[in-house]
């Protein structure tokens, strides 16, 4: 399975690009798997409901199944979070791959840039050589790698595929 992720500091644009990104290859006929990492805590589950009661009594795993969907949800008691590519390894095989975060993975990026986001870390691509391309919605002068138009989804996608093969 392709691997392609799209990184970025709080508010730079990486959850609409992400999006537009999956239409995209969609349209295109491919199939599209995501991962996203989160900082904070989230519950997918809700109080009450009997999958969050077998999981607040203690099991490991509680896997929810409906008519339209199913979810497995593992608590890890206290253990590390597990890496990027392990939870790849949970995914059924799609065409691509899209991982939202995990700014440190060792996987191929592309960093989202907005004006008027504070960027008081500077731009990721400058220490990380796994971003190839920036994803800006102005000029990037120091930039070291190609730089597209933030909302120009297919060119990006374009790229992305290139890049992949």
């Known amino acids: 399975?392709?691997?392609?992720?799209v990184t970025g500091w709080k508010n730079s644009?990486?959850?609409?690009?992400?999006?537009?990104?999956?239409?995209?290859?969609t349209r295109r006929g491919l199939r599209v798997a995501t991962v996203?990492?989160?900082?904070?805590?989230?519950?997918?589950?809700?109080a009450g409901t009997d999958s969050h009661r077998?999981?607040?009594?203690?099991?490991?795993?509680?896997l929810l199944a409906t008519p339209e969907r199913w979810a497995l949800m593992t608590e890890l008691h206290g253990a590390?979070?597990?890496s990027v590519e392990d939870l790849l390894a949970?995914?059924?095989p799609h065409d691509i791959a899209l991982i939202e975060g995990y700014?440190?993975?060792?996987?191929?990026?592309?960093?989202?840039?907005?004006?008027?986001?504070?960027q008081s870390k500077g731009l990721i691509a400058h220490d990380n050589s796994t971003v190839r391309l920036i994803a800006a919605d102005e000029p990037v002068e120091?930039?070291?790698v190609p730089v597209l138009d933030l909302d120009d989804t297919a060119a990006i996608a374009d790229f992305i595929w290139a890049d992949l093969r």
């Not at 399975?1 to 992720?5: D, F, Q």
């Not at 644009?13 to 290859?25: D, H, I, N, S, Y």
């Not at 990026?109 to 004006?115: D, G, I, L, M, P």
């Open 54 to 62: 077998h999981r607040v009594a203690g099991a490991g795993q509680v």
């Open 1 to 5: 399975m392709k691997v392609y992720g």
């Open 103 to 118: 700014k440190a993975g060792s996987h191929p990026k592309v960093e989202c840039h907005r004006a008027g986001v504070k």
């Open 13 to 25: 644009g990486k959850t609409g690009l992400m999006e537009r990104l999956v239409a995209e290859f």
């Open 142 to 144: 120091t930039a070291k």
């Open 80 to 82: 590390p979070e597990p």
């Open 36 to 46: 996203k990492h989160a900082h904070h805590r989230a519950d997918i589950d809700q």
């Open 90 to 92: 949970w995914l059924d």
